[in-house]
């Protein structure tokens, strides 16, 4: 009577599948170097137009979950506006109003207002987030503090 093996599979399966050449071809001497090393010692010179762009080949590095989600704001502090009053008028950031000076911190690429410092000016001021420090001392000075 015969008996039947099933035969094992001749696919290269694994890390260590190494088809009998065992620790050759294993450095990066194999590789022509690490990185972009040994670029154009070989063949297909055409990669200089990738230098020549600026850009680089392949994949590099990653995104983690936290980079892509994170939001980080843009802050500036009640004290800096009171003491740039002007400068702020004259890149049309603020204006002067008889409520007192109407200030855009969004159209300045800031998004949080924070309470350091002293406020000696009535000013109106437009922002997505402020703190309750900064709300107060702008109350206190007279103005309003618009979230929006």
Do not use: W
Not at 9 to 19: E, N, P, Q
Not at 94 to 112: L, S
């Amino acid at each position: 009577m015969v008996v039947r093996k099933i035969k094992k599979s001749k696919k290269a399966r694994g890390l260590k599948s190494t088809r009998g050449i065992g620790k050759r071809n294993r450095g990066a001497g194999n590789r022509g170097g690490r990185g972009r090393a040994g670029l154009g010692k070989r063949a297909g010179h055409r990669k200089l137009k990738f230098y020549l762009e600026g850009t680089r080949l392949g994949v590099h590095g990653f995104t983690s979950v936290k980079q892509k989600h994170h939001f980080k704001p843009e802050t500036i502090n009640v004290n800096y506006l009171d003491k740039s009053i002007d400068i702020l008028i004259d890149k049309k950031f603020a204006e002067q109003t008889p409520e007192g000076v109407k200030i855009d911190v969004i159209k300045m690429g800031c998004n949080k207002l924070l309470g350091s410092g002293k406020v000696h000016n009535k000013m109106v001021i437009t922002v997505q987030q402020a703190t309750e420090s900064a709300k107060k001392k702008i109350e206190d000075a007279g103005g309003k503090v618009i979230l929006g």
